[in-house]
């Protein structure tokens, strides 16, 4: 008589580890948080919902919601304006440009800002126009910040060119606010051409974006 067959093992489940477990709680988090666009009006229970989780496992790994949100949202943003900042430290780095290579350098420059910023999006819009205090900390003790280090790298740059740059912070300004309206074109008009965008913006930025105006012009 044959042998009743063995019943089949269940697969154990894998538990997560520890950093990938708050991984995944930072991940429902930033999605929860974006959905509701409030940091305040979030609760840890909706997070634990996004996460299939208990409330009790995230307060195992986190004190507080503004601990998630400091580490879900805050973070990743200052994380991503400190590559901005990088990428235009590095514009000249293989040495002296060309007016060619200048050109190419600004186009790569605002490729890139414009690809972060269409990355960091949500959470930027969450952040900058959420709690006023959150708001406030993180443009003062990151953004600015960030740009200022912008137009620091950038003086540097024009001195070793032998130029003068006379306003490098309303420069980098300039630049960071052109390369987020461009993402937010491209985020909101899909067809919009953002290589005619980006290409335009490079020569406004190195040429002027309005003619000299010479008033013995006649119509």
Do not use: C
């Not at 409030?38 to 919902?49: C, F, S, Y």
């Not at 503004?66 to 000249?92: C, G, I, K, S, W």
């Not at 890139?112 to 910023?117: E, I, M, P």
């Amino acid at each position: 008589m044959p042998k009743p067959a063995a019943p089949a093992e269940v697969p154990k489940t894998r538990r997560l580890t520890a950093e990938a477990r708050r991984k995944s709680i930072l991940a429902a988090a930033r999605r929860a948080f974006s959905e509701t666009g409030d940091m305040n009006g979030t609760t840890i229970r909706a997070i634990a919902e996004r996460g299939g989780i208990s409330e009790g496992v995230i307060y195992r790994h986190f004190e507080s919601k503004d601990q998630l949100f400091y580490e879900a949202v805050v973070e990743p943003l200052q994380e991503a304006v400190d590559r901005l900042v990088a990428a235009t430290e590095n514009v000249d780095r293989e040495g002296p440009l060309d007016p060619q290579g200048q050109r190419e350098a600004m186009q790569g420059l605002y490729r890139q800002l414009v690809s972060t910023f269409g990355e960091v999006l949500p959470l930027l819009g969450l952040v900058l126009f959420g709690d006023p205090q959150v708001a406030r900390r993180f443009y003062r003790e990151t953004f600015a910040a960030a740009m200022d280090r912008l137009a620091d790298a950038w003086e540097q740059v024009e001195k070793r060119y032998g130029f003068e740059f006379e306003s490098p912070d309303i420069s980098a300004r300039a630049v960071m606010g052109t390369a987020l309206l461009l993402a937010l074109e491209k985020h909101h008009k899909p067809r919009f051409d953002l290589d005619r965008g980006i290409a335009l913006a490079t020569e406004g930025t190195m040429s002027g974006f309005f003619p000299a105006f010479d008033p013995r012009r006649k119509k």
